[in-house]
Structures are given as structure tokens and as C-alpha cells.
């Protein structure tokens, strides 16, 4: 044997402390870092809603031709909505009422927009079980207390479309909303 053999392996031989098998190992989970998220961008992303699912996500009304006193049926997410342009009386009544005597103790103030108290945007649908209140259609029964009226199992709601009577647990839902202009109204 030889006395001058070098002994050792190259990493040992190496002073700089990084190895063959080291750069080797990061690049090898690098490409399959890579090669992750190129297979699961494209099945994240296929996830996404789709145009015309975000197109129906909201809804806009054109309020404009609604007189004090008048409300219109529209449709939002394949559901009906109440808009009702609140006259003095009415909004009156609903403030008249005792927040605290509630089922569900909400004030006016609290279901509409600031800015446009005359304008009570709801869903048009009953708390109960789903069924669609009278009310909103020119002569339709407004029930006990001037608002809407489930005929369906007797659920009466009042001006500022709170459940006042009957069995609904709670008020008629108030959807997300604005008004992008004096005469537009963005529902979703």
C-alpha cells in the first residue's frame, strides 16, 4: 500500500461543507415543489364560481319609478325580495312600536341603510318555513300590522317587516345591500 493514498471521501476532501448529495436533495424537492403546484393550481382554481354563477350573485333594482307607499318583487339568487318605499305613516308606525316588546328586537334604524330610511329592503320569504309573505303586490293582505302576511300558517309582520304575530321565529331576513346611486340598488 501505498503511504501517500489520499484517504477519505470528496465531501470529506471538500472544505466548504456543501455536498454533491445536498445540492442534489434540494433540487430533487425543489422540481417536486414545483411539479405540486403545478398539478394543484389548475384543480384549485377549477373550483372557482363560475361567470355566470358571480353574475347571479347579485342582483340590481332600478327604484326610481316606486312610489311612497309601493313595493316591488324582485329576484335575487332565485328567491324574491321585498323593496317598499317607506311613506311618513309608515315609518312612524314602525318607530312608534317598543323595540323591547320584540320577538326579534330590531329597530328601523337597524333594517335600512342610513341616508334611506324610506326604503326597507327584505327578503321575501317567511322565517317560518319558507313561503312567500303577501304584501308586496298592489291589494294583497298586509296583514294585523300594515307590513306583510304569511297566510300559510298566519305569520304577520309589520311595517318595517318585523314578525309581530304568528309562528316565525324572526324578522324577515335583510340582505346585504347599497345604493350605487340615488335610483340604483345593488342587492349581493
Known amino acids: 500500500m501505498a503511504e501517500n493514498a489520499v484517504t477519505g471521501t470528496p465531501e470529506e476532501m471538500s472544505g466548504d461543507g456543501v455536498r454533491r448529495r445536498d445540492f442534489i436533495n434540494i433540487a430533487a424537492v425543489s422540481a417536486a415543489g414545483v411539479g405540486g403546484v403545478a398539478v394543484l393550481v389548475p384543480l384549485i382554481s377549477q ?14 333594482v332600478d327604484i326610481s319609478s316606486i312610489q311612497p307607499g309601493q313595493a316591488v318583487k324582485a329576484v335575487f339568487r332565485k328567491q324574491p325580495v321585498f323593496i317598499k318605499h317607506l311613506t311618513a305613516k309608515e315609518i312612524a308606525a314602525a318607530d312608534a312600536v317598543n323595540v323591547g316588546s320584540l320577538r326579534d328586537p330590531q ?36 296583514g294585523e300590522y300594515g307590513g306583510y302576511f304569511c297566510p300559510c300558517h298566519g305569520s304577520h309582520y309589520d311595517t318595517a317587516g318585523r314578525i309581530r304575530k304568528g309562528p ?21
Not at 324610506?118 to 303577501?134: A, D, K, N
Not at 316565525?168 to 349581493?188: K, R
Open 47 to 60: 373550483m372557482a364560481p363560475s361567470a355566470d354563477v358571480l353574475a347571479a350573485s347579485s342582483t340590481e
Open 107 to 142: 329597530s328601523l334604524d337597524e333594517r335600512v341603510k342610513e341616508g334611506h330610511r324610506e326604503w326597507l329592503i327584505t327578503m321575501g320569504v317567511c322565517t317560518h318555513l319558507g313561503c312567500v309573505p303577501l304584501g308586496a303586490g298592489e291589494g294583497e293582505n298586509k
Open 168 to 188: 316565525a321565529p324572526t324578522n324577515l331576513e335583510v340582505p346585504e345591500y347599497e345604493f350605487t346611486s340615488d335610483t340604483i340598488v345593488q342587492i349581493g
